[in-house]
Nanobody
């Protein structure tokens, strides 16, 4: 069974930085894309950043130039470097992976992590 485990959330002051990590496990053969969504209280979940296996990225307009997504394909791990954090970045951040294939030829269209909380104080 494929699992995603996030780490790196926490409390930070406005203007500070955090780095989120998400490692996929479960006899993985390949992953198409990995990324991060976030959900603030009372709001819908929104895409923050996404990166394909080839390294193509896209970002939400609200985080461009502040957040950087990267990926280590050998480790099946995705990172989100968050700089110049703002109180409006406060949310639960969820890692996801799509197009996951295992060495046992199982296929998972989408896999989600449990989420990690990021709180930015003003």
């Amino acid at each position: 069974q494929v699992q995603l485990v996030e780490s790196g959330g926490g409390l930070v002051q406005a203007g500070g930085s955090l780095r989120l990590s998400c490692a996929a496990s479960g006899s993985i053969f390949s992953i198409n894309a990995m990324g991060w969504y976030r959900q603030a209280p009372g709001k819908q979940r929104e895409l923050v950043a996404r990166i394909t296996s080839g390294g193509s990225t896209n970002y939400a307009d609200s985080v461009k130039a502040r957040f950087t997504i990267s990926r280590d394909n050998a480790k099946n791990t995705v990172y989100l470097e968050m700089n110049s954090l703002k109180p409006e970045d406060t949310a639960a951040y969820y890692c996801y992976a799509d197009g996951v294939r295992t060495v046992l030829r199982d296929r998972y269209p989408e896999v989600w992590g449990q989420g990690t909380l990021v709180t930015v104080s003003s």
